[in-house]
């Protein structure tokens, strides 16, 4: 029989129907599912099965453990930490250089962005203003800039009304600048992503797709080309699934 075809183990289809039951029923991250002597119950499972499929979803941040009395799973609401491990595991097998994040961004941003010009709120507004206010103060500082960066981008993505869009931004967060494979940006750079920035969000607040869409192609057309030029020997590296854990 083809590996590819085997039936999932018995554990993974309790931890589906876990999955399922959460969909269905009232309940919210920060909730206790049903404790292991009714789980057992509800589905006709071992203790053993049982516990390896809690563990499957704490794995993937659909849950937490918690020990002791009055403990047991607890719902989470799952960020794309895992998602991004997975995605920079599977780049660093299949030796994917740095170059296939930009080729990504250069690809879904401005389409992102241009979601966003007509599904964002005023308090997502706001979050992209006080990302450009701290830029703008911390021009001089790096790595408090490179964070509102991140935030920025972060921001937009979730504001396309796409959660997977969200996802895929908040899994490539904290390697889509380069900086884990030696990318720099000293202060004329920093300038030029303010700038950018701006223009992004004037015309995401004035309600355009068109002109959303097309500043942050602009902008990251800039930053693929600045990495050409500066780092070309940057583009071609594989960024180690470690680093993302450093």
Do not use: C
Request: proline share 7%; charged share 25%.
């Amino acid at each position: 029989m083809n590996g590819s075809h085997r039936p999932p183990k018995a554990a993974m289809l309790i931890a589906q129907q876990i999955v399922r039951d959460i969909v269905r029923g009232d309940v919210s991250p920060g909730d206790l599912l049903p404790p292991e002597r009714v789980m057992l119950e509800k589905y006709r499972t071992g203790r053993g099965t049982l516990r390896e499929a809690l563990r499957l979803l704490e794995f993937q941040g659909a849950i937490a453990l918690k020990p002791g009395p009055g403990g047991g799973p607890i719902l989470l609401d799952p960020d794309a930490s895992h998602l991004a491990g997975t995605v920079v595991l599977l780049m660093q097998l299949k030796q994917a250089p740095f170059r296939s994040i930009a080729e990504v961004r250069a690809a879904v941003e401005p389409m992102i962005s241009g979601l966003a010009a007509t599904r964002i709120d005023e308090a997502s507004l706001a979050g992209l203003d006080g990302t450009i206010t701290q830029m703008r103060d911390h021009l001089d500082d790096q790595h408090v800039f490179l964070e509102a960066n991140k935030r920025f981008h972060d921001i937009i993505a979730w504001s396309s009304g796409n959660p997977l869009f969200g996802y895929l931004a908040d899994s490539l967060l904290d390697i889509m600048d380069g900086t884990l494979v030696g990318v720099d940006y000293p202060r004329p750079r920093r300038t030029a992503i303010l700038t950018a920035h701006e223009h992004v969000l004037n015309a995401i607040r004035s309600g355009d797709p068109a002109e959303s869409e097309s500043r942050m192609r602009d902008h990251i057309g800039e930053y693929v080309r600045y990495a050409e030029h500066k780092f070309p020997e940057v583009l071609d590296r594989v960024v180690p699934w470690d680093r993302v854990f450093a």
